[in-house]
């Protein structure tokens, strides 16, 4: 008496088995298939539903206040901001907020992009800054009429001034781009050469 489980379908001397899928994985995968329904319509379609970049937004100030309570409220001095050069940890975070909110006129590489009022940030030429703590100015009120906005009302004091430093680090890693305007400045002061303020 043959298997009941065995068809009578052969191929090459191997018999096909007859093992249907379980009840249970069919009723999970329509119970999948139901709540999908209501999870697309909750999160495409309900306007209190966080979207993937508000998420986003979120997990960042998250990381960010995470990141910043392990150094308190940062001084916007050359000392601190020196300091904050020499952080690799920080100058990552920093990054991140350069990319965010920087890079569509500056560059990712912030060499300038073409066509735009947003100068080569890596070269020794600047037009709005002779000295260190003028990166953290610019950054907060703005130059150029608004060519530059100011972020003094956007971004956190931290944030401007990590910020500030990682673009002090950017003329230290010169990228061919916008051609260099403004005058030169000389090299930023060496960590403890700048006297807090």
């Known amino acids: 008496m043959s298997d009941p489980q065995l068809l009578d ?3 090459d001397g191997i018999r096909e088995l007859d093992n249907p899928t379980p009840q249970w994985w069919w009723m999970l995968f329509f119970a999948s298939v139901f709540f999908s329904f209501f999870y697309v319509a909750y999160w495409h379609g309900n306007p209190d539903a966080a979207s993937v970049e508000q998420t986003w937004e979120m997990d960042q100030v998250a ?6 309570g392990t150094v308190g409220e940062l001084k916007p001095d050359d000392a601190t901001v020196l300091k ?3 952080d690799p940890k920080m100058m990552e975070v920093a990054k991140g907020i ?3 909110n920087c890079a569509q006129c500056h560059g990712r590489d912030a060499a300038g992009i073409g066509g735009s009022a947003c100068p080569n940030l ?4 600047w037009k709005n800054v002779k000295v260190l703590g003028d990166v953290f ?3 907060t009120n703005g130059a150029n009429n608004g060519a530059m906005p100011a972020w003094g009302n956007r ?3 931290n944030e401007r001034v990590i910020l500030a430093a990682y673009v002090a680090t950017l ?3 010169p990228v061919p781009g916008r051609a260099a305007e403004g005058v030169e400045v000389p090299p930023w002061p060496k960590v403890g050469d700048a006297p807090a303020k």
Do not use: G, K, P
Not at 63 to 68: A, G, H, L, Q, S
């Open 9 to 11: 379908h052969e191929y």
């Open 63 to 68: 990381e960010f206040r995470r990141v910043f």
């Open 84 to 86: 904050m050069m020499a």
């Open 98 to 100: 350069f990319v965010s």
């Open 122 to 125: 890596t070269d020794n030429l």
């Open 137 to 139: 100015n610019v950054i």
């Open 155 to 157: 971004l956190s004091q």
């Open 171 to 173: 003329r230290e890693h």
